[in-house]
């Protein structure tokens, strides 16, 4: 997994409560990205992260935010958990200029209830 | 709107049945066309970067080309280990573009 780790690996919630996924990585790239994937769809982006304090939303951004205080840590955060953010969602890092290989993280599962 | 489109959504193969996944592509400007692989419950793993027309990239029993508007993942005589996912991506070029558009995959299933 690239030296990519994230937790929780698996989550129940409610709808209306806060959720927060951490992203950690041991590879010191300077970029990190937060995917979704569903049934029916392609893996698709919500934020990615170009450096500590530096992040700027993908695809499919709404209800989603983003923070990086260290370089080793990327966080997702739903403000108030829906139906449907029901979803797995990958962390991906790399290295360079951000347009070198993605390398993903083993995801997370989340169902909202 | 960069698109992909991978066929066909799902595929059965004999053991050492030899076949083909497509992945179809527009992207205004192609900066790299990505092969991953992805197995039930777990993230995609890298299998190639391909960059330009008549790149051809090997490993193992698969092989992965691109022509201008398409990439194909051959595998050549496959076994039960190789039954997994195949997801395709591209990226485009220029500053700035971080995304990957993703294919929404092939399933591979090889029969003992």
């Known amino acids: 997994d690239a030296g990519i780790t994230q937790s929780p690996r698996h989550k129940v919630t409610e709808t209306g409560t806060p959720v927060t996924l951490r992203c950690h990585q041991t590879e010191n790239h300077r970029y990190m990205y937060w995917y979704r994937q569903d049934p029916g769809h392609g893996l698709r982006l919500i934020h990615y992260?170009?450096?500590?304090?530096?992040?700027d939303k993908g695809e499919v951004s709404d209800g989603y935010s983003v923070s990086r205080s260290k370089t080793e840590d990327f966080l997702l955060t739903l403000e108030s958990a829906t139906s449907s953010q029901t979803s797995v969602y990958f962390c991906?890092?790399?290295?360079?200029?951000?347009?070198?290989?993605?390398?993903f993280g083993p995801g997370t599962r989340l169902l909202v209830l | 709107e960069d698109q992909v489109t991978q066929s066909p959504e799902a595929l059965r193969l004999q053991e050492g049945e030899s076949s083909s996944l497509n992945c179809s592509y527009t992207?205004?400007?192609?900066?790299?066309l990505f092969w991953y692989r992805q197995d039930p419950g777990k993230g995609p793993e890298f299998l190639f970067t391909l960059y330009s027309a008549g790149e051809e990239k090997e490993k193992e029993r698969l092989k992965a080309t691109l022509t201008k508007k398409e990439s194909f993942l051959h595998i050549t005589a496959p076994k039960p280990e190789d039954s997994a996912t195949y997801l395709c991506a591209v990226q485009a070029n220029g500053a700035g573009s971080y995304q990957l558009t993703f294919g929404k995959g092939t399933k591979l299933s090889v029969i003992p």
């Open positions: 992260s170009y450096g500590v304090k530096d992040t």
């Open positions: 992207v205004s400007g192609l900066r790299g």
């Open positions: 991906a890092i790399s290295a360079g200029t951000g347009q070198e290989t993605q390398y």
